[in-house]
């Protein structure tokens, strides 16, 4: 079954014409929305197709045609693109539907298994997705033609992705909540800033940079130049190795007794960029810089582990 379905997605590759290009272009010229139906199981996979449009940079919604018939149809307006599939071409509910879409004078954009079917002559954009078989023994039950037309519709959307420049960032935006939306926040958003950030003049006693490494309990404080530029750090290790060396530590400035050319990162990359990057240098803490080296925050490992990231 897993092998009919694999060939009936495979199959759909010489099909691929023309009409998918002006599909694509058709949707991205849009003014209003994808509007995502079909009946039965067909039904079901635009219901997901809409779900990966809409989280991928082209709005849509899926829209039962029972219920389009039955007063839903307020939902569409114009510049709207309908994407119906029916593999027969030939679904009662969805041609009635099909009706009401060419009266609205809205572009119709359909995929089926029989490009001579009702449904595809009346389409402005007919996408075939022919299959041998069914994987289903009997034949009957829609299995292949679903994979192929989910396939076919994940295709959509990711062209749609391509062609739109939808970027990272971009899909961070509509994916806020749970395991995807943590991968994707940036580290202005889980880095510690203000009066939280350990930081020193250059000129600042160790007496009080030490002071500050421990009134912020990150062991590590940032040292930064009259223009508020980190120029530096000193972690507790630096100081015990100063220590060890039997330097007067004391007696010092921060300025002089700091590690100079520090790690850091921007604060716009992505929180596991930050986690990686600390773990390869086998610190706890990395320190936020915006562009000229101006000190924005710190971000803590802790800070990135109860994210669970990966």
């Known amino acids: 079954m ?57 709005p849509a919604f899926f829209l039962h045609p029972a219920d389009a018939i039955h007063g839903d149809l307020g939902m569409l307006v114009a510049g709207d693109v309908v994407l119906a599939a029916s593999y027969s071409g030939a679904t009662e509910e969805l041609l009635r539907l099909v009706e009401t879409v060419k009266r609205l004078d809205l572009v119709l ?44 519709g994940d295709a959509l959307a990711m062209a749609l992705l391509e062609a739109r420049g939808f970027s990272r960032e971009d899909f961070a935006r509509v994916h806020p909540g749970g395991r995807l939306g943590k991968r994707l926040l940036r580290v202005d958003q889980v880095m ?21 490494m421990s009134r912020k309990r990150f062991g590590i404080t940032a040292v930064v130049d009259a223009e508020e530029r980190l120029v530096g750090v000193i972690s507790d290790g630096d100081l015990r190795r100063l220590l060890e060396r039997g330097d007067a530590v004391l007696e ?31 610190i706890t803490s990395l320190f936020v810089c ?10 803590h490992l802790h800070d990135l582990w109860g994210l669970e990231l990966f």
């Open 290 to 299: 915006a562009e000229g080296g101006a000190l924005a925050g710190i971000v």
């Open 252 to 282: 010092h400035a921060a300025g002089e007794c700091m590690k100079a050319e520090p790690k850091t990162i921007s604060p716009a990359e992505l929180a596991p960029a930050a986690l990686a990057r600390m773990e390869e240098l086998r």
């Open 2 to 58: 897993i092998a009919i379905e694999a060939a009936a997605v495979h199959g759909l590759l010489p099909q691929l014409d023309e009409a998918f290009d002006r599909a694509v272009e058709t949707i991205r010229a849009a003014t209003g929305r994808v509007i995502c139906t079909g009946m039965g199981k067909s039904g079901i996979v635009l219901r997901k197709v809409a779900a990966t449009l809409a989280s991928t940079g082209t």
């Open 192 to 212: 510690h800033a203000g009066d939280e950030v350990p930081s020193v003049s250059t000129s600042t006693p160790m007496r009080d940079a030490i002071y500050e």
């Open 109 to 152: 954009i359909a995929i089926s298994g029989n490009p001579q079917s009702p449904l595809a002559r009346a389409a402005d954009v007919h996408l075939a997705a022919v299959i041998d078989k069914e994987a289903c023994p009997l034949n009957l039950a829609p299995t292949a033609s679903t994979t192929a037309t989910l396939a076919l």
